[in-house]
């Protein structure tokens, strides 16, 4: 082996942040040339992460992480999957000048194998020069050697929560320090496909207002199979705020001449995006008093069109992700409070009139959870985005 690498491990406490964040713990490993790229890849011990918390003969293997852990584990971390796109995605040329996306990945308790499987696809599968870096954020996993471990991998930075934040918090950590001019969101059990990444980065380019998501295909949670999904879908809820997806109206589709063109959607599903940095700041990034996990896409959402962006799902690029029956994780509220709690406040900021409809499909969220912080959120000036506008002929 070549012994030229001269990337370091360098840790410390973040102390600028207020409340809870002001012992947030963070490592970096410095970024490593191209070359010394497969000798990362030999420096990590891959059998000895994942033995550590290897499933055992005679344990339920669904009970830890809601599927199959025995599977996950049998499955290889550098698995090839099928290129499930539409063969004339194959066709499109993208902007040579994408900037790189600081990629941005929260976890609390994911299984070792899923979360590897994760990083390693997206560094398979995505061209070098456009991976600013992978921020994981650890949201008070049990063993922070399940985040620390993966220092040794290439572009991978930690973050570890030192106490349990949620989704939405730790999304804004991971954020907060990103170094990118767009960030990536992806869940922690995804397996990206190929040329995942240029479709969406090359949209956001032409109109920094573009809030993207990939099609996401479907990791079967017993098998691990990966299954192509309908690509002519969008997203969709009922009143009492759960998403769900919908059909494209059979007029829809009949104007859908180009089946690579993106799709207007009014809703993400929330686990897979892209957003600028700037732009994502402008709108006043998340709500901060969201907790756990639930509501949040609502709020991005709605947030973005009535602000004057667009939302839309691009079919060529995919990204499978393991869809599971309940959450594996505890939500100190208990789950549905806590969806309660979060979908309300995206009612109050932004339903005006239309309120009336959560509250008569919802008829128990009546305790009164203050939303005057978010409601007093205020856009001082507007984005100042590196890009240029490129308007089609
Ligand atoms: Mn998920």
Not at 17 to 43: H, K, M, N
Request: with cysteine; glycine share 4%; charged share 25%.
């Amino acid at each position: 082996m070549r012994m030229k690498l001269v990337s370091v491990v360098a840790c410390w406490w973040l102390a600028e942040g207020r409340g809870p964040f002001s012992q947030t713990f963070y490592c970096f490993r410095t970024q490593p040339s191209d070359a010394d790229w497969e000798d990362l890849w030999e420096q990590f011990d891959e059998r000895r992460y994942l033995n550590a918390k290897k499933w055992r003969v005679g344990d339920d293997p669904y009970k830890l992480y809601a599927f199959n852990q025995r599977e996950s584990e049998r499955i290889s971390s550098n698995r090839a999957v099928p290129d499930t796109r539409h063969p004339r995605c194959s066709l499109l040329v993208y902007h040579i000048e994408l900037p790189p996306t600081s990629i941005i990945i929260t976890f609390h308790n994911e299984a070792r194998s899923t979360l590897l499987r994760t990083i390693r696809s997206v560094l398979n599968r995505t061209p070098m020069h456009l991976i600013q870096e992978i921020i994981l954020v650890d949201d008070f996993s049990s063993d922070p050697d399940d985040c620390k471990q993966l220092l040794k991998l290439p572009k991978v930075k930690c973050l570890r929560n030192n106490e349990r934040q949620g989704l939405v918090r730790s999304r804004m950590r991971g954020a907060d320090i990103a170094q990118g001019t767009t960030l990536t969101f992806l869940d922690s059990h995804c397996e990206v496909n190929r040329d995942w990444l240029q479709p969406l980065l090359h949209r956001v380019k032409e109109d920094y207002t573009r809030v993207v998501c990939p099609v996401i295909d479907i990791i079967n949670l017993d098998t691990f199979t990966y299954i192509e999904s309908a690509s002519e879908l969008r997203g969709g809820f009922d009143w009492s705020l759960h998403f769900r997806w919908e059909q494209l109206s059979p007029e829809q589709k009949a104007q859908r001449l180009d089946p690579t063109e993106p799709i207007r959607t009014p809703i993400i599903a929330g686990g897979l995006f892209v957003i600028d940095k700037a732009w994502f700041d402008y709108l006043g990034k998340y709500d901060m008093d969201m907790d756990i996990w639930g509501g949040e896409n609502f709020e991005i959402s709605f947030r973005v069109w009535m602000c004057g962006g667009s939302l839309e799902i691009v079919p060529c690029s995919r990204v499978g992700h393991v869809f599971r029956k309940k959450h594996p994780y505890v939500f100190p509220d208990g789950n549905a409070n806590t969806y309660i709690k979060n979908t309300k406040r995206t009612a109050e900021v932004w339903m005006d009139e239309y309120k009336q409809y959560y509250y008569a499909a919802r008829p128990f969220p009546k305790w009164r959870e203050p939303v005057n912080s978010r409601l007093l959120v205020h856009w001082p000036r507007p984005p100042t985005s590196s890009y240029v506008l490129i308007t089609s002929p």
